[in-house]
């Protein structure tokens, strides 16, 4: 891992200046003394490019140019479904000409987003990642997105996902599997894996995800990113293909935390919360009990050495478990997405003029989703929840979670809890549900989905940060959680989190 958090002051001066001379290009080139290579255009920060843009250093043309060069060598990923490149360099022509004009400029100027297949966006088509919709031109852009462009954002294409959103893998049979780019037969988590593989890959600095039970957090953990999932509705959700509206939460996933910050920043009008929280005395809670048990063997040696620097930095570490986890999850959160995605995706399909009804999308859809939706969801199979069922959840043992989590963080004094995304790296593409986990045959929808559930179950904050790569340089990532609405003191830990645990060399793709 880097020692710091994207380019130096230093080294970002001196790359400006010698852009304004001409000296460097897109590409990586060296200084006219001859020392390292400096950063190139791909490499900038989200913060780094907007602010090179607004001061006339970089032109948006040409830093759409070089991005869109990256997505071209990097296609083999199969990170987007929709990718227009004449189209983007138009938007970045005119915000070239809007800043030529002397046009007061907007936060995110000339900042190309990708944005995930799932969020609609009037130009371009919103699939969903399913074969029903591939024609399907929403209207207007969602609410989100309309606040991107407004801040001067432009839609770099639309992401790959896990059909429907529904799943960690992203290996979608009808529009191809996403590839990990620190290792191209492996999964980039899901069901955001597109986005998570455009920003790991250097294909833009932050694009947009959602996360309805760890779509932002697993794809930056197996890709080695930041994600942010804020507490539910601090961003809009409407117009975004849903699954529950109790849990679905667009967010940000980029490849350090100040860019999270200035996202969090663009949605909300709150002040920027990219200053480092100090650590020293700050109270982090590890209930070992529920999220540190049946971790792989590497996941588990990194996470604890992440910790102990941590301790050194002066976190204070508090060992205590969360009473009744995981009853409450088992109680809520499959519940309520696998009776309420059929009525949501209804309604969706009309309210947005589809043209497809919940009955022909089904038919439509792939094998792998078609299976799901036929144990777990449709009326009458086996596995579907009753009405009782998510009414309880919903009306009783949901509360009862929130009670649970919102006590468990006053009565120990918590800033935030502290624990590893996944109990796994990256697996393989196209591997058996069933693996083998520290000699024991496990399901990997159960070692994905443990550690992630309380945070989006309970409506919390979570953020995630890189604590290094395994022996093979798989990523792995630790999440903290906050209470509900801590979201900017939750981006200000994660900021210094970061300045002690680094971040992860690029993937060779």
């Not at 490019?49 to 869109?68: F, K, T």
């Not at 009753?386 to 800033?415: G, S």
Request: aromatic share 6%.
């Amino acid at each position: 891992m880097t020692g710091n958090s994207g380019t130096t002051r230093r080294e970002f001066l001196a790359w400006s200046a010698a852009l304004a001379t001409g000296a460097v290009s897109c590409g990586t080139e060296k200084d006219n003394l001859g020392q390292a290579d400096m950063t190139s255009l791909i490499d900038l920060t989200a913060g780094e490019a907007v602010s090179a843009m607004l001061q006339g250093d970089i032109s948006a043309e040409a830093y759409a140019g070089a991005l869109l060069d990256r997505c071209q060598s990097g296609e083999h990923l199969n990170a987007f479904i929709s990718f227009d490149p004449a189209r983007v360099l138009e938007a970045a022509k005119a915000a070239d000409a809007s800043r030529a004009l002397g046009a007061e400029l907007p936060p995110l100027h000339g900042l190309p987003i990708p944005i995930k297949d799932s969020v609609n966006t009037a130009e371009y088509a919103t699939t969903g990642g399913t074969r029903a919709l591939r024609n399907f031109y929403p209207a207007e852009d969602s609410p989100l997105v309309q606040k991107l462009k407004a801040a001067g954002a432009i839609v770099l294409g639309k992401t790959n996902i896990h059909e429907l959103s529904f799943g960690w893998t992203s290996d979608n049979q009808e529009f191809g599997a996403v590839h990990n780019p620190y290792d191209t037969s492996r999964i980039p988590g899901g069901s955001s894996g597109g986005t998570a593989a455009a920003i790991a890959a250097r294909m833009a600095p932050i694009g947009i995800a959602e996360d309805t039970q760890g779509s932002i957090r697993v794809p930056a953990a197996m890709c080695g990113l930041v994600g942010f999932r804020p507490t539910l509705h601090r961003y809009p959700n409407q117009g975004v293909i849903p699954i529950t509206p109790l849990f679905d939460q667009v967010g940000p996933l980029a490849r350090n935390v100040a860019d999270l910050a200035l996202f969090d920043h663009v949605m909300t009008g709150e002040p920027l919360a990219d200053s480092p929280t100090s650590l020293r005395g700050l109270r982090l809670g590890v209930p070992r009990e529920y999220f540190y048990s049946m971790l792989d063997v590497e996941v588990e040696r990194i996470c604890e050495e992440a910790l102990l620097r941590l301790a050194d930095a002066g976190a204070i570490l508090v060992e205590a478990e969360i009473t009744d986890l995981k009853r409450l999850i088992d109680l809520t959160t499959a519940r309520v997405q696998l009776y309420h995605v059929l009525p949501m995706l209804t309604q969706f399909l009309a309210d947005f003029d589809t043209g497809v009804t919940f009955d022909e999308l089904m038919a439509q859809v792939s094998p792998d989703i078609q299976t799901v939706f036929s144990q777990f969801v449709l009326p009458g199979s086996e596995f579907s929840p009753t009405k009782e069922d998510f009414t309880a959840a919903r009306d009783q043992h949901l509360p009862a979670l929130q009670k649970t989590l919102a006590d468990y963080y006053h009565d120990n004094n918590l800033a935030a809890t502290i624990f590893p995304v996944a109990q796994i790296t990256a697996p393989l593409i196209g591997q058996n549900p069933e693996m083998i986990l520290n000699g024991q045959t496990v399901s990997f929808g159960d070692v994905i989905s443990r550690n992630i559930s309380p945070g989006s179950t309970g409506s919390l904050p979570s953020i995630v940060v890189p604590a290094g790569l395994n022996r093979d340089g798989l990523p792995v990532c630790l999440e903290l959680d906050g209470p509900a609405g801590s979201d900017r003191s939750l981006l200000g830990i994660g900021v210094a989190i970061e300045s002690v645990l680094g971040q992860l060399p690029p993937p060779r793709i």
